[in-house]
Nanobody, 121 residues
Framework: QVQLVESGGGLVQPGGSLRLSCAASGSIFRIYAMGWYRQAPEKQRELVATITTSGDTSYADSVKGRFTISRDNAKHTVYLQMNSLKPEDTALYYC???????????????WGQGTQVTVSS
């Protein structure tokens, strides 16, 4: 079992910044890709950003140049620095972690409980 604890969401004015964190714990041997997704009301969950074990990153077009994903492998933690926030960034943000419990155990896909980000004046 893998537990993900997210933090850092909140209410911010347009143009402001927030930093999300997601710490993984539990039955983890190795963490592979980590990522952030978001879901706005009445919309499907969408990919925001991902980062591989080696640090390669990818972003949704809507957040490129404004959001930065990073990770601390020693702490099993992934971050999302969000700058120049817009009202359309308002959503519930979920972290996602792919890990295994021991070599050859297979990949476990885990989700956080979500942290709310609201961008409004």
């Amino acid at each position: 079992q893998v537990q993900l604890v997210e933090s850092g969401g909140g209410l911010v004015q347009p143009g402001g910044s927030l930093r999300l964190s997601c710490a993984a714990s539990g039955s983890i041997f190795r963490i592979y890709a980590m990522g952030w997704y978001r879901q706005a009301p009445e919309k499907q969950r969408e990919l925001v950003a991902t980062i591989t074990t080696s640090g390669d990153t990818s972003y949704a077009d809507s957040v490129k140049g404004r959001f930065t994903i990073s990770r601390d492998n020693a702490k099993h933690t992934v971050y999302l620095q969000m700058n120049s926030l817009k009202p359309e960034d308002t959503a519930l943000y979920y972290c996602n972690v792919r890990s295994d419990r021991y070599p050859g155990s297979g990949i476990t896909n885990s989700w956080g409980q979500g942290t709310q980000v609201t961008v409004s004046s």
